[in-house]
């Protein structure tokens, strides 16, 4: 169960040695989008001298309008797995229909379930019958209890590693793309022992504010990040207005060790 009322020690999620969960703040970085070999080797190579723990990267995009760039699909999953194969980092990708969960399972090491599929609970249960980690997003409107509910569904076939990523939710305010609800930090960890993962990039929808909300989360309990990086922000296919430049990403790092020492 999602619950802390019947475990009350918190989940450590070993993803091939790295350890989501526990001590050490994990960042997961990389593209919205896979685009080409080069340049997502280019920044696996650069996240990971910066200090990421994990290779993220979309595959499969679900887009907001159908006729927006959907993602290289299974060749996207291909140059995922030259970036780790360069790197050793370790994968996480977004599978967004359960007649991929077996292909995607091939390649990833983390599967993500985005926030518009967080109440797919086809999906949900699909993804819980293999034993692979599952970063969940919350779902745009979601109430935090939705979201552990949906959690709930991939623990009840049996796989528990699943970590909760806050992305942002929808309010009224449009000055942001979405609002990030940093206080739903403290409050999963006082009813679940599940790992909370904060997306600073998706919250924000602008590259500026990326750097004080990642350390807000740190401050405030996250075990780990979720960041947008990109060689060449401008040119991105997807998301490129919130994507960090490798040297903004390289900075941050430094300033986010500064902060997880402090707490
Ligand atoms: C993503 O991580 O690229 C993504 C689509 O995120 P979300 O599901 O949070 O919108
Ligand atoms: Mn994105």
């Known amino acids: 169960f999602a619950s802390s009322e019947l475990q009350h020690t918190p989940t450590i999620i070993d993803v091939g040695g790295v350890q989501i969960g526990g001590k050490e703040i994990v960042v997961m970085a ?4 896979i685009e080409n070999e080069k340049d997502f080797v280019d920044t696996a190579i650069s996240v990971k001298k910066s200090g990421a723990k994990i290779l ?11 006729y927006a ?10 140059i995922m797995v030259a970036g780790r194969e360069a790197t050793g980092l370790k994968l996480v990708t977004e599978v967004v229909d359960t007649r991929d969960v077996e292909l995607v399972n091939k390649y990833t090491d983390i599967f993500q379930i985005g926030a518009r599929n967080m109440q797919n609970f086809r999906l949900l249960s699909e993804v819980g019958m293999t034993r692979k980690p599952v970063l969940l997003k919350r779902g745009l409107s979601a109430t935090i209890e939705e979201w552990l509910m949906a959690a709930e569904y991939i623990i009840a076939e049996g796989n528990h590693e699943v970590i909760l990523c806050e992305r942002g939710i929808r309010t ?21 022992h ?9 919250a924000t929808g602008n590259w500026k504010y990326v750097p004080a909300l990642a350390k807000g989360a740190v401050a405030t309990g996250a075990d780990g990040l979720i960041i947008e990086v990109h060689p060449n922000p401008p040119s991105a296919l997807c998301d490129g207005p919130q994507s960090l430049r490798p040297e903004r990403f390289e900075s941050l790092m430094d300033e986010l060790r500064l902060v997880a020492q402090a707490i």
């Open 56 to 66: 993220r990267g979309g595959a499969f995009k679900p887009r907001s309008s159908p």
């Open 69 to 78: 760039f959907q993602g290289l699909e299974e060749d996207g999953l291909k």
């Open 194 to 202: 599940l790992p909370v993962v904060v997306d600073p990039s998706h």
């Open 172 to 192: 009224f305010e449009t000055m942001t793309r979405n609002t990030l609800d940093l206080s739903a930090i403290p409050a999963i960890k006082d009813v679940s």
């Open 30 to 33: 990389g593209p919205c989008a």
